[in-house]
């Protein structure tokens, strides 16, 4: 079992920067690969990147490449989600999510965390 609880969302003008945190609890965290997908208002939920267990592969979104950058601190059970240069479409709930296998198909993500809101502002 894999109890995942995000923060640092916010409001936030646009060309700004946030980092989320993704705190997980359980004891194989280094095991679990994270992704972090987002849900607008109204839309679907929206794959944002993933890091493999270890830490040593990314992979992102067109949308938020080279803007994103997710890292992992497995120490202390932690991914983060460096958000820079935020656009008026960055505005979303983000959440984190945990599974064996690294993927960014959202229905194969067994742990989820509740959700941290972001809004971008101009």
């Known amino acids: 079992q894999v109890q995942l609880v995000e923060s640092g969302g916010g409001l936030v003008q646009a060309g700004g920067s946030l980092r989320l945190s993704c705190a997980a609890s359980g004891r194989t965290f280094s095991s679990y690969a994270m992704a972090w997908f987002r849900q607008a208002a109204g839309r679907e939920r929206e794959f944002v990147g993933f890091i493999t267990g270890g830490g040593s592969g990314t992979y992102y979104a067109d949308s938020v490449k080279g803007r994103f950058t997710i890292s992992r601190d497995n120490a202390r059970k932690t991914v983060y989600l460096q958000m820079n240069n935020l656009k008026l479409e960055d505005t979303a709930v983000y959440y984190c999510?945990?599974?064996?296998?690294?993927?960014?198909?959202?229905?194969?993500?067994?742990?989820w965390g509740q959700g941290t809101q972001v809004t971008v502002s101009s």
């Open positions: 999510a945990a599974d064996q296998r690294a993927t960014p198909e959202w229905y194969e993500y067994d742990y």
